[in-house]
């Protein structure tokens, strides 16, 4: 009888222990499960939270352009700025409306960008429907919760405002969560954009994000609920009746969720440099549009100076015809100043290059004639191989004689202090088109910066912006050519066009 007491004693302290054990491993599973999911949480708003970012960036930057686009044209509807928007409306479909509004006499007029149809103008509205700008360049938001999305609102001039209007719930598209998270953006206290129920489950975990960016203050809160079935899965309660087995079966999960979480913080971390990395790309972009219209119209303008001097020195001297052919020159050079601009306006607007069937040997003889001088001026020994018989090319005659201008010169710069420097520029068939070559003595291009010399901003000139090749070699490929770099002797660049008619 005293057995049959012990036996029942022990097996009741093993069914407590082996309860408090269950229990104790289950609140332990518990609290394993909601930590994990909470920082789980966490890695996809960091996540959530870098690609707005760089989305929001994007809006200030296509303020920016529109904004440069807008004061360059003063009369609207402008071409200009209905070929930039309907650009970003293509490429950004979040960015739903982009307009500006003429302020006039307590009215204003608004001119809608961007659709196929054209720009237009639409009804005047009262000042009262607009936010009050004072300063040029001030930017503010306002929130329109009714239709999910907001206005973006920028002074461009005294009297000129541009807005952007962007769908909020776009603005969050992407990878869909899954079922059991919750995402709610907000705009000064206003509800923009709601995907799933906060606090829906047995238990709920959010956090919140205020965007940094100053010109569009939005609030992001991501939530994640939690069921009963998530937070006690019932494949693990099995295990606790086996011991040691369910002890062993623990310890793998936790494993396998730490590598789980690692691999999420990697992810996120990658995301996080690849939004880094593009939003630069884009900031470079614009910068390089901007600089490389300087770059440009540095040339006609060097020559323009020049040959104002030469004018100056043939009108003391009485030399009519001297002063003739420098006037002539100048001219030239005016006009091409103006092409120059004409393309870097289509350039920006998305405008197609203006291509024709041009005499090959015709264009380069033009575009040499800007370099004469300079080369004649440095003592450098030119030798041109450019047959009269070459055909016809399909070209944007400014745009190819900028590259010839550009390459010769850098051949030029290349070759100070050489001895018997010389430019050798070739041109001869290849195949189903034709090759145009530029080549120099001097040391070539050092092979470790051979792979990047077509980067933007990078250059070996210690006075050079970086801007001249990158320009050019996008200019031979709106020719659907293209221009290559080596070293033969010295640096070589070869450019490549096909033959046939204009597209």
Same mark, same amino acid.
């Given at each position: 009888?005293?057995?049959?007491?012990?036996?029942?004693?022990?097996?009741?302290?093993?069914?407590?222990?082996?309860?408090?054990?269950?229990?104790?491993?289950?609140?332990?599973?518990?609290?394993?499960?909601?930590?994990?999911?909470?920082?789980?949480?966490?890695?996809?708003?960091?996540?959530?939270?870098?690609?707005?970012?760089?989305?929001?960036?994007?809006?200030?930057?296509?303020?920016?352009?529109?904004?440069?686009?807008?004061?360059?044209?003063?009369?609207?509807?402008?071409?200009?700025?209905?070929?930039?928007?309907?650009?970003?409306?293509?490429?950004?479909?979040?960015?739903?409306?982009?307009?500006?509004?003429?302020?006039?006499?307590?009215?204003?007029?608004?001119?809608?960008?961007?659709?196929?149809?054209?720009?237009?103008?639409?009804?005047?509205?009262?000042?009262?429907?607009?936010?009050?700008?004072?300063?040029?360049?001030?930017?503010?938001?306002?929130?329109?919760?009714?239709?999910?999305?907001?206005?973006?609102?920028?002074?461009?001039?005294?009297?000129?405002?541009?807005?952007?209007?962007?769908?909020?719930?776009?603005?969050?598209?992407?990878?869909?969560?899954?079922?059991?998270?919750?995402?709610?953006?907000?705009?000064?206290?206003?509800?923009?954009?709601?995907?799933?129920?906060?606090?829906?489950?047995?238990?709920?975990?959010?956090?919140?994000?205020?965007?940094?960016?100053?010109?569009?203050?939005?609030?992001?809160?991501?939530?994640?609920?939690?069921?009963?079935?998530?937070?006690?899965?019932?494949?693990?309660? /099995?295990?606790?009746?086996?011991?040691?087995?369910?002890?062993?079966?623990?310890?793998?999960?936790?494993?396998?969720?730490?590598?789980?979480?690692?691999?999420?913080?990697?992810?996120?971390?990658?995301?996080?440099?690849?939004?880094?990395?593009?939003?630069?790309?884009?900031?470079?972009?614009?910068?390089?549009?901007?600089?490389?219209?300087?770059?440009?119209?540095?040339?006609?303008?060097?020559?323009?100076?020049?040959?104002?001097?030469?004018?100056?020195?043939?009108?003391?001297?009485?030399?009519?015809?001297?002063?003739?052919?420098?006037?002539?020159?100048?001219?030239?050079?005016?006009?091409?100043?103006?092409?120059?601009?004409?393309?870097?306006?289509?350039?920006?607007?998305?405008?197609?290059?203006?291509?024709?069937?041009?005499?090959?040997?015709?264009?380069?003889?033009?575009?040499?004639?800007?370099?004469?001088?300079?080369?004649?001026?440095?003592?450098?020994?030119?030798?041109?191989?450019?047959?009269?018989?070459?055909?016809?090319?399909?070209?944007?005659?400014?745009?190819?004689?900028?590259?010839?201008?550009?390459?010769?010169?850098?051949?030029?710069?290349?070759?100070?202090?050489?001895?018997?420097?010389?430019?050798?520029?070739?041109?001869?068939?290849?195949?189903?088109?034709?090759?145009?070559?530029?080549?120099?003595?001097?040391?070539?291009?050092?092979?470790?910066?051979?792979?990047?010399?077509?980067?933007?901003?990078?250059?070996?000139?210690?006075?050079?912006?970086?801007?001249?090749?990158?320009?050019?070699?996008?200019?031979?490929?709106?020719?659907?050519?293209?221009?290559?770099?080596?070293?033969?002797?010295?640096?070589?660049?070869? /450019?490549?066009?096909?033959?046939?008619?204009?597209?």
């Amino acid at each position: 009888m005293h057995s049959f007491l012990n036996q029942r004693t022990h097996l009741a302290k093993a069914v407590l222990a082996w309860v408090t054990a269950s229990s104790l491993s289950i609140l332990a599973l518990t609290a394993v499960e909601y930590r994990s999911g909470r920082q789980e949480l966490l890695d996809r708003a960091g996540a959530t939270e870098t690609l707005l970012a760089e989305k929001l960036a994007q809006h200030d930057a296509h303020l920016s352009a529109l904004g440069a686009i807008v004061r360059m044209s003063p009369e609207e509807p402008s071409p200009s700025i209905q070929g930039l928007s309907q650009n970003i409306l293509v490429r950004y479909p979040r960015i739903v409306e982009i307009a500006t509004f003429r302020l006039d006499e307590g009215a204003a007029r608004i001119f809608r960008y961007g659709h196929a149809g054209g720009a237009r103008e639409e009804g005047g509205r009262t000042l009262d429907d607009l936010p009050k700008l004072s300063n040029v360049g001030e930017i503010t938001t306002r929130a329109l919760p009714g239709i999910h999305a907001y206005d973006l609102f920028k002074l461009v001039e005294p009297g000129r405002i541009l807005r952007l209007r962007i769908d909020a719930n776009a603005l969050l598209a992407g990878e869909e969560p899954p079922q059991n998270y919750s995402t709610r953006l907000t705009l000064n206290d206003e509800t923009l954009a709601l995907h799933g129920a906060i606090d829906a489950g047995l238990l709920s975990t959010t956090t919140g994000i205020v965007m940094t960016s100053h010109t569009q203050p939005l609030q992001l809160e991501i939530g994640r609920n939690f069921g009963i079935i998530e937070l006690v899965p019932l494949r693990l309660a /099995i295990p606790l009746i086996v011991g040691w087995a369910a002890v062993i079966w623990l310890s793998v999960s936790y494993l396998q969720t730490q590598a789980e979480r690692r691999g999420h913080e990697t992810r996120a971390a990658l995301l996080k440099q690849e939004a880094t990395l593009a939003h630069a790309g884009r900031v470079n972009a614009l910068g390089e549009m901007a600089s490389g219209i300087a770059h440009e119209l540095a040339q006609p303008v060097a020559a323009m100076l020049s040959q104002s001097q030469a004018a100056r020195r043939a009108l003391a001297m009485g030399r009519q015809d001297i002063l003739e052919k420098a006037l002539e020159a100048n001219i030239r050079e005016a006009k091409r100043a103006g092409d120059i601009l004409g393309r870097m306006r289509a350039y920006i607007s998305g405008a197609p290059a203006y291509i024709k069937m041009v005499p090959l040997h015709e264009a380069i003889i033009e575009a040499m004639r800007l370099v004469e001088a300079d080369i004649d001026a440095r003592a450098i020994t030119l030798n041109m191989n450019v047959p009269s018989d070459l055909p016809a090319v399909p070209i944007d005659v400014v745009s190819f004689q900028q590259v010839i201008h550009n390459l010769v010169r850098n051949a030029a710069d290349a070759l100070g202090g050489r001895p018997s420097p010389r430019i050798t520029l070739e041109a001869r068939w290849e195949g189903d088109g034709v090759a145009i070559i530029v080549a120099d003595n001097g040391p070539g291009v050092e092979t470790g910066s051979l792979h990047r010399i077509f980067d933007p901003f990078f250059t070996t000139k210690a006075d050079g912006l970086g801007l001249g090749l990158p320009l050019s070699s996008r200019l031979i490929e709106r020719m659907d050519g293209s221009l290559e770099a080596r070293n033969d002797g010295g640096a070589s660049f070869i /450019i490549r066009l096909p033959l046939g008619e204009p597209t």
